[in-house]
């Protein structure tokens, strides 16, 4: 599986941004698609998931300002990112999963910087 991950860019406090993330290759039908961020200096955190069959699911600092989607055929998840706050600046890194062998298959990353 790869992962074709972008949206990346600077905003100002209080805008929104959207990323995408394209799977391709052999790829799972049940999996879980998601999203990490790392700022510096900090570890890897999880930042929202969704499901091949609907689910989704999203950090407590996050709810209520990204919401994140499928496309039609399954292989694209996308991360809105609305009402973005300075501590949301990070590389973003999509993150591909299968659901019955457990493998992670992760994107190359894209900058989200929030700066006023």
């Known amino acids: 599986v790869q992962l074709q991950a972008s949206g990346g860019g600077s905003v100002q406090p209080g805008g929104s941004l959207r990323l995408s993330c394209t799977a391709s290759g052999t790829v799972a039908s049940t999996n879980i698609m998601g999203w990490y961020r790392q700022a510096p200096g900090r570890q890897r955190e999880w930042v929202a998931a969704?499901?091949?069959?609907?689910?989704?699911s999203y950090r407590d600092s996050v709810k209520g300002r990204f919401t994140i989607s499928r496309d039609n055929v399954q292989t694209t998840v996308y991360l809105q990112m609305s009402d973005l706050k300075t501590e949301d600046t990070a590389v973003y890194y999509c993150?591909?999963?299968?659901?019955?062998?457990?493998?992670?298959?992760w994107g190359q990353g894209t900058q989200v910087t929030v700066s006023s």
């Open positions: 993150n591909f999963r299968e659901w019955t062998t457990k493998r992670d298959y």
């Open positions: 969704s499901t091949s069959n609907g689910g989704s």
